[in-house]
């Protein structure tokens, strides 16, 4: 598969859609490529996504694949929703064991990148444990640290979503990337995450030209900050600077898919996906027309 591609976010955009709709769906808006959410491991059934009807565990992947396939749509990502915030040795290994899986998942589908979480139980507001924050980095990066190799042998990137508390800070995912050490641990970028503990425009957008250079995956989001609240919006409505960052990660030789996230509750989702692509359409044609 081409990795530029324009593609959709399938378990936050469309995970109330049965998975046979959002494809249809997906195909039909014109997006080209999707995030397959394997949650929450491949070994059991996925409960929620797309109303439990895609169920990925091993000896599904081939019938999976077939059926993505005749709609004319790749997978470009897996979409792994682990957690290294374990002091317990079996935890953490279970973990470990979830992101090499999906590398295994992300080989099968001919992707090379799987989107990984350093952590999810420190929530969008204020952690749900309480663990110190050089105790929360050090544990991401042990579990890090014994997936990379891994990863690296299978030609997969590890894509560390901005997410939460702790790993939603440009300045602590660079501390995790250097003390990791791989090429193979890089970052998904979701350009409205960063807004979502209502810091200041400059400090978001400057976490975006930082962290460009590292993205092997992207999630494009938007969204405003009204009356002190985060409120997600179509692309192009909200207050983050999409066409900057596309220009960064121009400059940086990109790669990877734009995928849209789409998170809006009082709009239709086939609308809101229908807005957000023309918008992206119409920025990649003034600064990146030979993108794909």
């Avoid at 959002?22 to 070994?43: H, R």
């Amino acid at each position: 598969m081409s990795t530029r591609q324009i593609g959709v976010i399938s378990s936050s955009t469309f995970g109330k859609y049965k998975f046979q709709d959002f494809l249809k769906t997906a195909t039909e808006i014109g997006f080209q490529c999707f995030e397959l959410p394997v949650v929450p491991d491949p070994l059991a059934i996925p409960p929620g996504i797309h109303q439990n009807t895609v169920d990925v565990r091993l000896g599904n992947l081939a019938r999976i694949k077939k059926e993505i396939a005749s709609y004319g749509i790749e997978v470009c990502a897996i979409g792994c929703f682990n957690d290294f915030s374990y002091f317990d040795e079996e935890a953490m290994a279970n973990q470990v064991r979830k992101v090499k899986k999906c590398c295994d998942i992300a080989q099968f589908f001919g992707c090379n990148v799987v989107r990984v979480f350093g952590t999810l139980r420190n929530g969008r507001r204020k952690p749900v444990v309480t663990i110190k924050k050089n105790q929360w980095i050090d544990l991401i990066v042990e579990g890090f640290k014994k997936c990379v190799d891994y990863a690296e042998s299978a030609g997969i990137f590890l894509a560390l979503e901005n997410h939460g508390t702790i790993t939603n800070d440009a300045n602590i995912e660079l501390e995790i990337f250097e003390k990791v050490g791989s090429k193979y641990l890089r970052k998904n970028v979701d350009t409205a995450n960063y807004l979502w503990p209502c810091q200041d425009l400059k400090t978001v957008h400057g976490f975006l030209k930082k962290l460009a250079p590292y993205a092997a995956h992207t999630h494009l989001k938007d969204a405003v900050i009204e009356d002190g609240k985060y409120k997600a919006t179509v692309l192009g409505e909200g207050q983050i600077d999409i066409e900057s960052f596309i220009k960064e990660l121009k400059a940086c030789d990109y790669k990877g898919p734009l995928c849209i996230e789409y998170e809006v509750d009082e709009e239709d989702r086939r609308r809101g996906c229908t807005k957000s692509l023309d918008f992206l359409k119409k920025t990649m044609s003034r600064v990146w027309p030979d993108f794909g």
